[in-house]
């Protein structure tokens, strides 16, 4: 017996509704009538359940899920589209997993492996950059220190660059491999110099993917979970992220959501979700990537059922520019940045560039219909674009608004990102 939201992806078609006559309501036109409940209930702010949640990832009515997620996007953030000049920074690849999605993974003695000094890790900020993003594997031999001290050469070198480092997965691998509480490494950190922290880790929260996919020996759920809530608890924003697009089933996903709202709730701290859409691995997990329209549902619901997450972003490096460029116009509102160099998704072949200039992010947002606004990794302004702003990007005699001091550090409270 086939029981709802168990149909990913081979069979997905066989549980679609057939659509229904058109109907016009409130702005949005259905062709699926299921949606038409959702869709009052958003309208009056109502919060959905996880069944709305598998009853539109089962749907086909792909342009009103984008339109009732861009009423919430609205609502948000206007016609704001974030992004930020970063640089994604992996200090090694080195990592005692072995999780089957991941391409990124080398052992110490493999010949792609690497291990980067302090000052390599340097070599790549720029002073235009406002977001350092750093992950890496969970390496067994570099002490805690190592990474507390490559944070510290950072905010030396740079006082005002915002720090986002750390999954909740290395924090955990941290804590169990050196014996330190979680409370202690976040303490450290947060007085070398970190920001913020970013949502990877999180896969899926499904015990059944976990097994199959072999990530049972990095912080699961309720681990993940907690992690952020410490770090709520002292002033660290973070994100949380979902990857998709393998094995899982759409119940999954939405269980995934489920718990990320109901942590949102308690502990306040998450600034954006982030969609993952799995790259298609050495393992081919899947024959090939999600779809297109597979990736807009799933940012589309993701807006719809976090209603308590300030941010949706759109990670084009993963969905690739023209589908993320579609996604803004269903439900994110940032596009991540120009992220200069990126090895986990292009470990397993992502098919985009591995960055892109300021030019082409500008004119990706405009394109859209959208506001481009330039932040920073704590979602403070740092440019909105006007009209002379972006012709003067066009036409390349745009100059960069230079990092502040005034940047907030992380230990302040968090009320300022409690959800909009
Ligand atoms: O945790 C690994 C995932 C994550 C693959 O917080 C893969 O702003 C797809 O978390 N296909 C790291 N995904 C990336 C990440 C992230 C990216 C951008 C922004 C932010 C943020 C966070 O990438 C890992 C894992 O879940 N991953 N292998 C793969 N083959």
């Given at each position: 017996m086939l029981s709802r939201?168990?149909?990913?992806?081979?069979?997905?078609s066989a549980i679609l509704r057939p659509a229904n006559l058109m109907q016009h309501i409130h702005g949005i036109t259905f062709t699926d009538e299921h949606l038409i409940p959702i869709w009052e209930r958003v309208r009056a702010g109502e919060r959905l359940s996880p069944a709305d949640g598998l009853t539109m990832f089962e749907s086909h009515d792909l342009s009103a899920l984008g339109g009732m997620a861009d009423y919430v996007a609205r609502a948000k953030n206007g016609e704001r589209v974030h992004f930020v000049i970063n640089v994604h920074i992996n200090p090694t690849n080195i990592c005692v997993l072995n999780c089957k999605f991941c391409d990124y993974v080398h052992s110490r003695n493999d010949d792609g492996a690497w291990e980067m000094t302090p000052q390599e890790i340097l070599a790549h900020i720029t002073p235009e950059m406002h977001e350092v993003h750093i992950v890496g594997g969970h390496h067994p031999d570099w002490p805690f220190e190592y990474h507390e001290n490559y944070i510290r050469a950072i905010r030396d070198a740079h006082p005002d660059i915002q720090i986002k480092a750390f999954t909740a997965a290395e924090i955990d691998y941290f804590a169990k491999r050196w014996k330190l509480s979680v409370d202690e490494i976040l303490d450290r950190l947060v007085a070398a110099g970190l920001n913020s922290m970013p949502?990877?880790?999180?896969?899926?929260?499904s015990a059944r993917v976990a097994r199959e996919l072999r990530y049972t020996g990095k912080a699961q759920a309720a681990r993940w979970l907690e992690i952020h809530a410490k770090a709520h608890a002292r002033g660290i924003p973070s994100n949380a992220t979902m990857l998709y697009g393998?094995?899982?089933t759409y119940a999954e996903r939405v269980e995934h959501l489920r718990l990320l709202r109901e942590q949102q709730d308690a502990s306040g701290g998450f600034l954006a979700f982030i969609p993952l859409e799995y790259q298609?691995?050495?393992?081919?997990?899947?024959?090939?990537?999600?779809?297109a329209l597979e990736d807009l549902k799933t940012i589309a619901v993701s807006r719809l059922m976090l209603d308590n997450f300030p941010h949706v972003k759109?990670?084009?490096?993963?969905?690739q520019e023209d589908t993320a460029a579609i996604a803004l116009n269903f439900g994110a509102d940032d596009i991540d940045g120009t992220i200069a160099k990126e090895r986990i998704a292009h470990a397993a072949d992502a098919r985009s560039p591995g960055g892109v200039t300021r030019k082409r992010l500008v004119r990706l947002i405009r394109d859209a219909g959208k506001t481009p606004v330039e932040r920073d990794a704590l979602y403070n302004d740092v440019k909105v674009y006007g009209e002379e702003d972006v012709v003067a990007v066009m036409e390349e005699r745009y100059r960069p608004v230079q990092r502040s001091r005034e940047s907030p550090r992380a230990g302040r409270p968090l009320d300022k990102f409690a959800a909009r």
């Open positions: 939201g168990q149909l990913w992806p081979e069979r997905r949502g990877g880790g999180a896969e899926i929260f393998h094995i899982e298609v691995s050495t393992e081919k997990l899947v024959a090939r990537h999600a779809s759109a990670y084009w490096i993963m969905l």
